[in-house]
């Protein structure tokens, strides 16, 4: 397959997982503009054996290595103060919206299993290709993104309460 071929097929996808990485369009472009560049001086090495996990992968790490910069530090977000009353219109959108607030302020390897497992609806094993780390890794961090989302959104845990 073609580099051209490559990012034809598969473009919109990496695109939508950068999107769901970064939390924000125009860097979800940028960044996967980035790492289209970057793979194109090795494509010949990186087309011979599951170029879709490399890539990924490529983007998970310049997602987290954009994060670690000081001066990406600040994002501009829309604050809400009222919540929405039952019956609203716009109060699904304003749930989803909270829980994208919730999954951006995960740790950048917690967000990322979520996005690749529940988005990209991946295996796990696949999931540790990309991010580099155990299976077991992978579900660690998944439990611990899905605990903590559920305990800000109080949602009472499955296991049985201790006296």
């Known amino acids: 397959m073609t580099f051209e071929e490559y990012v034809g097929s598969r473009g919109p ?13 125009h860097r979800a472009e940028d960044l996967t503009q980035d790492v289209l560049a970057r793979a194109y001086v090795h494509w010949r090495k990186i087309a011979r054996d599951r170029p879709d996990v490399y ?8 997602n987290t290595s954009w994060w670690r910069r000081r001066s990406s530090r600040e994002l501009a977000v829309d604050t809400f103060a009222d919540r929405p009353q039952r019956g609203d219109l716009g109060g699904e959108a304003a ?3 909270e829980m994208w607030r919730l999954i951006r302020a995960l740790p950048d390897r917690q967000r990322a299993v979520l996005v690749l ?8 094993a696949t999931i540790a290709q990309i991010l580099d780390c155990s299976p ?3 579900r660690t961090h998944a439990m611990r993104a899905l605990a903590h989302l559920r305990e800000r959104c109080g949602v009472p845990t499955t296991k049985g309460s201790r006296p």
């Open 13 to 25: 996808a990496l695109l939508r997982l950068a999107r769901l990485l970064t939390g924000d369009a």
């Open 136 to 138: 077991v890794t992978v």
């Open 55 to 62: 890539v990924r992968r490529m983007l998970v790490n310049a």
């Open 95 to 97: 749930d989803r919206d």
């Open 117 to 124: 497992r529940y988005y990209e609806d991946l295996d796990d």
